[in-house]
């Protein structure tokens, strides 16, 4: 019996042998060296990886102009003494609320995922600045606004309210105000830079020159 197990076993290993050397082994794909991430190994040696490095000095310059860059105005005072006055202000935009608008770009050969650029339609709003040479005035106001501004169309409309608050004024410092403005959001929605334009009126309480009207131009982040 033993002899009969030894003698079906070198037949097995016998016919296994042969099947081994006669079949066609499959080539292996050629090897292709990866990142951690699983990018080709390019994206990294060339600096074209998930993150995106050129977009990120683009985006980087973008908020800097728009930090340092003054909004310039055209400022009317109407009433007994009517004049004229030109104002410097740095506005803080700060977005809040559902996105409005989303635009999802291809994805790209060094890219884990597509890139995709979104749009708040609500923000509050903080603008420091100043007005000369007649009478030179530091001014800040707090206001909201909303932007009304289709994907991957270049015209956005807006409307905001606020108060502004003179505070050097020599007459009644500080003096409030309220009102309302129109607002142009100039740039292909959405990624981040664009010009705005707003067109704005003021009635303060107290102090000469009540009815002040604005208008502004300047770059915006948001």
Same mark, same amino acid.
């Not at 683009?58 to 728009?66: N, Y």
């Not at 790209?108 to 005035?137: M, S």
């Not at 003096?175 to 959405?190: A, I, K, N, W």
């Not at 664009?194 to 009126?201: D, E, N, T």
């Given at each position: 019996?033993?002899?009969?197990?030894?003698?079906?076993?070198?037949?097995?290993?016998?016919?296994?042998?042969?099947?081994?050397?006669?079949?066609?082994?499959?080539?292996?794909?050629?090897?292709?060296?990866?990142?951690?991430?699983?990018?080709?190994?390019?994206?990294?040696?060339?600096?074209?990886?998930?993150?995106?490095?050129?977009?990120?000095?683009?985006?980087? &310059?973008?908020?800097?102009?728009?930090?340092?860059?003054?909004?310039?105005?055209?400022? &009317?005072?109407?009433?007994?003494?009517?004049?004229?006055?030109?104002?410097?202000?740095?506005?803080?935009?700060?977005?809040?609320?559902?996105?409005?608008?989303?635009?999802?770009?291809?994805?790209?050969?060094?890219?884990?995922?597509?890139?995709?650029?979104?749009?708040?339609?609500?923000?509050?709003?903080?603008?420091?600045?100043?007005?000369?040479?007649?009478?030179?005035?530091?001014?800040?106001?707090?206001?909201?606004?909303?932007?009304?501004?289709?994907?991957?169309?270049?015209?956005?409309?807006?409307?905001?309210?606020?108060?502004?608050?003179?505070?050097?004024?020599?007459?009644?410092?500080?003096?409030?105000?309220?009102?309302?403005?129109?607002?142009?959001?100039?740039?292909?929605?959405?990624?981040?830079?664009?010009?705005?334009?707003?067109?704005?009126?003021?009635?303060?309480?107290?102090?000469?020159?009540?009815?002040?009207?604005?208008?502004?131009?300047?770059?915006?982040?948001?």
């Amino acid at each position: 019996m033993i002899g009969g197990l030894a003698a079906a076993g070198v037949a097995l290993a016998t016919l296994g042998s042969a099947g081994i050397a006669g079949a066609e082994p499959e080539p292996l794909p050629p090897w292709q060296p990866k990142t951690m991430t699983g990018l080709p190994i390019e994206c990294e040696s060339e600096g074209r990886g998930m993150d995106g490095w050129g977009e990120a000095y683009s985006l980087a &310059w973008t908020m800097i102009g728009s930090a340092l860059l003054p909004q310039t105005g055209a400022r &009317w005072t109407f009433g007994a003494s009517p004049r004229f006055d030109a104002s410097l202000s740095w506005p803080i935009s700060i977005p809040f609320g559902p996105v409005s608008a989303r635009v999802v770009h291809e994805r790209r050969h060094c890219e884990l995922t597509p890139r995709a650029d979104e749009l708040q339609a609500h923000r509050f709003v903080v603008e420091p600045g100043i007005t000369f040479p007649h009478r030179t005035t530091g001014f800040v106001r707090f206001g909201y606004r909303a932007i009304w501004h289709r994907a991957s169309r270049f015209v956005g409309l807006g409307a905001g309210v606020g108060t502004t608050l003179e505070l050097f004024n020599p007459e009644h410092a500080p003096r409030p105000s309220v009102g309302g403005e129109l607002l142009l959001h100039l740039g292909e929605c959405c990624a981040p830079g664009y010009i705005l334009v707003a067109a704005r009126y003021d009635r303060f309480f107290a102090g000469a020159g009540l009815d002040v009207a604005t208008l502004s131009l300047g770059l915006a982040f948001y």
